[in-house]
């Protein structure tokens, strides 16, 4: 080793500095590596503990916007032997909501349908049916929809109109279409109660009740910030005061009032709500000691406030 070597090293404790970053270089590497290995492991047990696979279906579907109505009931004997009537409806059904995957022709070769997997059922061939080619099971089939597939459930149509399209299918497209038997038949009546008939209540979807649900806590917020700037404006009078003395929260002391203002007809209703759930509802101790001219004034002031 010559001098002009030792020249450029700087040591410590006797050893050079250059080989002592390259051991902490080495480190680094070690524990990022292990870090890797770690992260990894990591995900494998996440992905482990959570369902493999949600099926997208069930987390976009929601509820039907539907009016309360009753469903008339419907004769299963009478499908047996289906009217002309019953046939041509079904042919209406089938064209205004299934040929668009169905195809015209109960191929399974409708648009809609092209991207589709599994795709739309081809109605001509007999195999590989999931619920099956009797009445029943078309039924069946419309009521609750083929679970990961592209059919959904159509349960929203009448009894009436579901058996008319199966009776339609079966008619038109299915070839040597198997006969339901008596049993097969009282079975879907007692299932789908159709000899009775049912009555449904109104519902709407979930996504559209939260929108209705934010929109009115907009308006309502809007409202009572209106009150509370009306009332900052307003020249100072007993109300007022009085009003700010009792409250610590101006805005949820307004929302329970605002909420329902039946306390509007007496002042005993009016002391009731407030001191019933005073300090959750945004007013603090002093309100428990308003005296009856007190409260008389405070009632007069925030029944003209809130409308
Ligand atoms: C968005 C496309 C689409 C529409 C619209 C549609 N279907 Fe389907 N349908 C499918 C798909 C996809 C399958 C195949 C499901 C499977 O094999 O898992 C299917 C299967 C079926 C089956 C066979 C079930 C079985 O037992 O295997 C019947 C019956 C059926 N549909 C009837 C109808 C009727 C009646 C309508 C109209 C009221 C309709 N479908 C509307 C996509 C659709």
């Not at 492991?41 to 992905?47: H, R, S």
């Not at 061939?125 to 078309?138: D, F, V």
């Not at 209106?226 to 900052?232: F, H």
Request: hydrophobic letters at 40%.
């Amino acid at each position: 080793m010559n001098s002009s070597d030792n020249n450029n090293l700087k040591f410590f404790n006797g050893k050079p500095i250059v080989f002592l970053s390259g051991i902490y270089i080495y480190l680094i590497v070690v524990i990022i590596i292990i870090g890797l290995i770690y992260v990894n492991n990591l995900n494998d047990i996440t992905t482990q503990a959570v369902p493999l696979r949600l099926n997208s279906q069930a987390v976009e579907k929601d509820l039907q916007l539907q009016e309360a109505k009753v469903i008339p009931p419907v004769d299963v004997l009478s499908i047996i032997d289906p009217s002309p009537e019953i046939i041509a409806k079904g042919k209406m059904l089938f064209e205004q909501n299934c040929s668009s995957c169905h195809g015209n022709a109960g191929k399974g070769d409708g648009p809609a349908g092209e991207a589709l997997d599994p795709k739309p059922r081809n109605y001509t061939q007999s195999t590989g049916w999931k619920n099956g080619m009797k009445l029943s099971e078309i039924y069946k089939t419309l009521e609750e929809g083929i679970p990961g597939s592209g059919m959904a459930s159509y349960n929203y149509l009448l009894p009436e109109d579901k058996l008319a399209l199966g009776t339609y299918i079966r008619s038109a497209f299915i070839q040597n279409a198997p006969e339901d038997t008596d049993e097969d038949l009282f079975n879907l009546d007692l299932n789908y109660n159709l000899s009775e008939g049912t009555s449904l209540p109104a519902q709407i979807p979930v996504k559209f009740a939260n929108k209705l649900i934010v929109s009115e806590n907009n308006k309502t917020v809007k409202k009572i910030k209106g009150i509370i700037a009306s009332i900052k404006n307003m020249d100072d009078n007993e109300g007022k005061k009085l009003f700010y003395k009792v409250t610590n929260n101006k805005f949820s002391a307004l929302v329970t009032l605002n909420a329902e203002q039946s306390w509007k007809k007496n002042q005993q209703l009016f002391v009731d709500v407030i001191v019933n759930d005073a300090i959750n509802n945004g007013f603090n101790g002093k309100v428990f000691q308003l005296s009856s001219r007190q409260w008389d004034s405070l009632f007069r002031f925030l029944s003209g406030q809130i409308q």
